[in-house]
C-alpha cells in the first residue's frame, strides 16, 4: 500500500494497540445494535401489532441512516479531529439508544433508529482512519485491519446472543427495551476510555462539506430502500414503482455531480477517482454482496428459528455463541495465514458458506429440529465468514494512498451498510413475503437462500478479479 508518511500521527505518545482496543468499540457496538433486533424482532413486532414492512424499517431505518452519513462523519472527523468526533458521535450513539429505549411507538422507534444510525455514521469512520494513521507497518496494519474485521463479526453474534437474553429475562415488564437501553453504561465507558486512550489525529480546516451532495444521496438512498419493503408488503402499487424510478435518476444525477465537483477540486462526498483503483473496485462490489448476504441471512434465520422451529428466543440466542466461536477461530487463523493463501482462501470461505446453506436446505425443514442439525451449518457458516470479513477492507484498501483514506474508509463503509440495508430490504423482504403468503416458512427460507448462494457466487468472480 502506497503511504504518506506526513498524515501518519508521527509523535504517538498512546501505545497504538491501546488505542485500537479502545476504538474498535465503536464498530463491535453499532454492529451490535443492527443485530441485537434480529431475534427481539417477533417480540417488538407483537408489542407494537406492527406489519413485517414496519419490523423491516426497524432494522433498515438505522442502516439508512448509517450509509447516509458515513462520508460527511469521515469528512467531519477530518476538519475537527478524529478524537473528538469520535467521542461526539459515541454521545449521540449513547442518547439515540435511549429515545429507542423509551420509544411508545413503531413509528418513534423507526425514527429513533434513523437518528442512532446517523450518530453511528460520525462514530465508525473514524475507527478506520485512525487503524490507518496510526500503523505505519504494513504488517501490523494488516493485522488491525483483521481485528476490525472481527469486530465486525463479533458484533453481529454478540447482538443475536443479547437479543435472545434480553428478551427472556423478562427483568423488566417490556423487556425487549433493555436491547437498546444497555448500550447507556456501554457507551458511557467506552466515552469515558477514548478519551484517555485515543490520541487526536490532525485536522484538515479546508475540508469543505458536500451538502447538496448529501442530500441527493439521502434522498436517492430512501426513494430506494423504502419501496422495496413496502413493495413487498403492498403487491407493489404504482407509487412504489415511481419512488424507485426516481431513485435510479437522483442516483444518476448524484454520480454526475460528484464527477463534476472533482474536475472543479471542490472536495466531492465521493471522490470518483477512487473507483479508477482496482483493488478498490474489487473490494467494494466483494462487500456490496457479501454484507447484503450476511446481513440478510442472520435476520432470515432468526426469524425461522424462532417462527419456523419455534425456539425460544434465548435458546436460539445461544445457537449464534458457537456460530461466533468458529468464526473468531477462523478470523484469528485468517489473520495469520491469509498472505500466505491469497485469494483463493476468500473463495473458499465463500464455498464454505455456500455449503452451509446446502446443509440447512437439506436439514431444516418440518416443525422441529435437533442441536446435532443446527450446530454444524452455523459452525461452517461462522468458519467461512470468518475467514472471509476480515480481509475484504484489506483487499479494498491495498493500493490506497494514506492521504485519500478518510474518503476511502467512508464510501467503504458506506457501502456495507448500504448492501446490508438492501440485504434486509430484498433478501429478508422475499422471505417474509413467503412465508407470510404461503404460511410456509421452509419454502420461504429455502427460497432465500438460493438468492444468498447467488450473491456469494458473484463475490467468488469478483475476487478472481484480483492479481495478487
Known sequence: MKTDQSVYITTPTINPWISLSVILLAPLITVIDIFIVNISAPAIKAYFHSTDAALELVIAAYLLGYAVFLITGSRTGDYLGKKKVFIAGLAAFTITSAMCGFAGSMEMLIISRLLQGMAAAFTVPQT?????????????????????????????????????????????????????????????????????????????????????????????????????????????????????????????????????????????????????????????????????????????????????????????????????????LASLWSIKNAARFGIRLLQVACLLMIVSFIGQLILFWGDEITPWEILPCLIIYGSGSGLLMPSLLKVAMWDMPATKAGAASGVYSTIQQIASALGVSILGGIFLYLARTSGNFYMAYKVALCCMMGYLLVVICMLNRVKR
Open 128 to 328: 478506520i482512519t485512525l487503524i490507518q494513521l496510526n500503523f505505519q507497518s504494513p504488517a501490523d496494519r494488516d493485522k488491525a485491519y483483521g481485528l476490525y474485521g472481527m469486530a465486525l463479526g463479533t458484533g453481529a453474534t454478540i447482538g443475536q446472543f443479547l437479543g435472545g437474553y434480553f428478551i427472556s429475562s423478562h427483568l423488566i415488564t417490556d423487556s425487549w427495551r433493555l436491547i437498546f437501553l444497555v448500550n447507556l453504561p456501554v457507551g458511557m465507558v467506552a466515552m469515558l476510555l477514548a478519551y484517555y486512550f485515543v490520541q487526536e489525529s490532525g485536522q484538515n480546516k479546508s475540508t469543505r462539506f458536500d451538502v447538496p451532495g448529501i442530500i441527493l444521496l439521502t434522498l436517492a438512498l430512501s426513494l430506494l430502500i423504502y419501496p422495496i419493503i413496502q413493495g413487498t408488503e403492498l403487491g407493489w402499487p404504482a407509487w412504489t414503482i415511481c419512488m424507485l424510478v426516481a431513485a435510479v435518476v437522483l442516483l444518476l444525477i448524484f454520480i454526475k455531480y460528484q464527477y463534476w465537483l472533482g474536475k472543479k477540486q471542490r472536495d466531492p462526498l465521493v471522490p470518483m477517482e477512487l473507483f479508477r483503483i482496482r483493488s478498490f473496485n474489487t473490494g467494494i462490489i466483494s462487500v456490496l454482496f457479501f454484507f447484503g448476504v450476511n446481513t440478510a441471512y442472520i435476520f432470515t434465520v432468526s426469524i425461522y428459528f424462532q417462527n419456523g422451529f419455534h425456539i425460544a428466543p434465548f435458546a436460539a440466542g445461544k445457537y449464534f455463541v458457537v456460530q461466533t466461536t468458529s468464526y473468531l
